[in-house]
């Protein structure tokens, strides 16, 4: 599949700003990700780094569904969408079930109980960026490394050298792939302009094989030869 595409097929998913207002909570911060960049990002994923086709995935904060859906139009083994908003959640299985992708849900809070169900291959998401609860930018990404080996999220430019910082921290591998403009439609009552570009880095996070990983690979492939 060509991205253009994926992205045309993803035009069809119901986001935050065609639910109105009262369905969405600026605390939460709510912001869908747009075709345009949900497209961009699976679409490397798979075809750059082949971790999405026949891979568990994970859309951590799903909202209403856009990356776990593009993870599935991409021949992923398993999606499950994992969200604190039930409202969000809802919306998410009928784009699913619109678009006849498989996608398992999961209603609870990473940012107050690491309740991830299981183990997975990939992790995409669009977490908050922090402007409403400082951290939780963070927070997000080291749950989803609890839940799987590789990352692929966004986050403000502003915020790389953080993260870069974190990443060494963490003693994980980050890659920044891409410098996007993430565009904001008018969702919450007080926005005054119809859209607002914010500039966000595209990001991979793996995990560096531990010794006992690498020999147990190794030893597979001698085998296997």
Request: proline share 3%.
């Amino acid at each position: 599949m060509k991205l253009k595409h994926l992205e045309s097929h993803l035009q069809s998913v119901t986001t935050y700003s065609e639910l109105g207002a009262e369905k969405v909570n600026i605390e939460l911060e709510q912001y869908s990700t747009s075709a345009h960049l949900a497209a961009r990002m699976v679409y490397t994923a798979e075809f750059e780094f082949g971790d999405i086709e026949d891979r568990s995935v994970l859309d951590l904060g799903c909202g209403t569904g856009m990356l776990g859906i593009a993870a599935g139009i991409l021949g992923a083994g398993a999606v499950v969408g994992l969200d604190v908003d039930s409202g969000a959640l809802s919306a998410a299985a009928e784009n699913a079930e619109s678009m006849e992708i498989g996608m398992d849900f999961v209603c609870c809070d990473v940012a107050r109980n690491p309740c991830i169900p299981e183990r997975f291959d990939t992790v995409l998401m669009n977490p908050p960026f922090g402007t409403r609860r400082a951290g939780i930018d963070v927070v997000f990404l080291e749950r989803a490394l609890e839940a799987a080996p590789t990352v692929y999220s966004m986050h403000k430019t502003s915020t790389r050298k953080h993260l870069l910082k974190k990443a060494e921290e963490w003693g994980v591998d980050i890659t920044v792939l891409a410098q996007l403009r993430f565009d904001i439609p008018a969702t919450y009552k007080f926005h005054k302009r119809r859209s607002m570009d914010v500039e966000v880095d595209l990001i991979r996070l793996q995990k560096r094989l531990s010794r006992s990983d690498s020999c147990s690979t190794e030893s597979g492939l001698d085998a296997k030869g």
